[in-house]
């Protein structure tokens, strides 16, 4: 995976939110990201007809859809995709939450994550979908209140799925 770089499907209305993303991973030193940009959802299912990415990374709060209705709607769209949400509060824990138990591998609040935590976040995404079965993976920050136990008891249940 080092050698080609990891497509990312980027869905953020917020065109300074977007250049910092873009800036971000492009600082990651293990890893190149080609990003797509999408301002929003239907945009982002536009471009999921038509090609195919390695991740979504994808704001909660767009103008076509809010919370979890964007995280149900990219799913719907790209089941087999893993998905890394990002939010501009701290305060939205209980969304984090259900954003992981709809299929999001992982959730990242804006502003307080560094290139080497976005990149690490998505790559892992990526790694634990394990060929065709998803997995779910939660890495964030201390402050969003996810954690080592999500983490080992996700991990947990992929490897007992793996060996059914």
Known sequence: MADQPIRVLLVEDN????????????????ATFEVTHAERVSDALDWLAKAHVDAILADLALPDATGLQTVKRLRDQAPEVPLVVLTGSAGDEGVALQA?????????????????QLGRALRYAIEARGGDELRTVAVTSPSAGVGKTTTAINLAGALAHRRE
């Open 100 to 116: 992981l138990q709809e299929g999001a591998q992982d959730y990242l609040v804006k502003g307080q994550v560094e290139s080497r």
């Open 15 to 30: 065109p300074g939110d977007a250049r910092l993303i873009r800036e971000l991973l492009a600082e990651v030193p293990e």
